[in-house]
């Protein structure tokens, strides 16, 4: 498999963890707001209230939270599985920067799902404030290399992701304070913020997919 092909491949399979929110929201026993619930409620491991210094108070009770965790972890393996391929492939349509900094991103994801917020909370926000400011580095130097090698439309793809996802964060943080943003629901905000950023590598990988190839350099998917 090219390694182009392999980076897409692993970008786009990396909505799984979107699925798997489907899943383990629709287990719970008590309803679970995709509006006023976190994301991060999904991998709580106890039942209980949220106890997270946000100004909204939410009940939380997972059953599937392992699956919810294992996504979340597979998420960033795959995230940075892909950067690290898309390195490899000789033309290197997304430059070796922006990737490498991807990857970190990806590394950061695997420690928020290795974090549960009930069990660890403190190293559970790290890594995903750390993750996002990381990723957009990365994302824009990608979309730079991106635009300098012939791929306008993944450049375009690129820029337009991390600016939804930067706005989300702030009306993320806005709606933690109990800010105007608060209106809209913390869950929601917090998907524009994060949600968008594995949307962006279905829509990258398919990019990658639909560009014509530049060599005939393989590599192994490894198991």
Do not use: K
Not at 69 to 79: D, E, R, S, Y
Not at 150 to 169: D, E, M, N, Q
Not at 172 to 180: L, T, Y
């Amino acid at each position: 498999m090219r390694a182009v092909q392999f980076a897409a491949w692993c970008w786009i399979g990396a909505a799984a963890a979107l699925l798997a929110q489907v899943l383990v929201a629709g287990a719970w026993p008590e309803p679970y707001s995709w509006a006023h619930n976190t994301i991060s409620d999904l991998g709580a491991t106890t039942c209980g209230t949220a106890d997270t210094g946000t100004a909204v108070e939410r009940t939380v009770c997972s059953p599937l939270h392992l699956v919810a965790n294992a996504a979340t972890v597979g998420n960033g393996l795959l995230l940075a599985a892909g950067a690290v391929a898309v390195t490899r492939a000789p033309a290197r349509p997304l430059g070796v920067v922006g990737p490498v900094l991807l990857a970190v991103g990806g590394a950061l994801v695997v420690g928020v799902g290795l974090t549960p917020l009930d069990v660890a909370p403190d190293a559970h926000e790290v890594f995903a404030l750390a993750q996002a400011p990381v990723q957009w580095t990365g994302m824009v130097l990608a979309a730079v290399a991106a635009a300098r090698a012939g791929r306008p439309v993944l450049a375009a793809l690129t820029i337009t992701a991390t600016v939804v996802s930067v706005v989300g964060l702030g009306l993320f943080v806005s709606a933690i304070a109990g800010g105007a943003a608060s209106a809209a629901g913390i869950g929601t905000v917090e998907r524009i913020a994060f949600d968008t950023l594995t949307v962006w590598g279905v829509l990258a990988g398919i990019a990658l997919l639909r560009a014509p190839s530049r060599s005939p350099r393989r590599i192994r998917a490894s198991s």
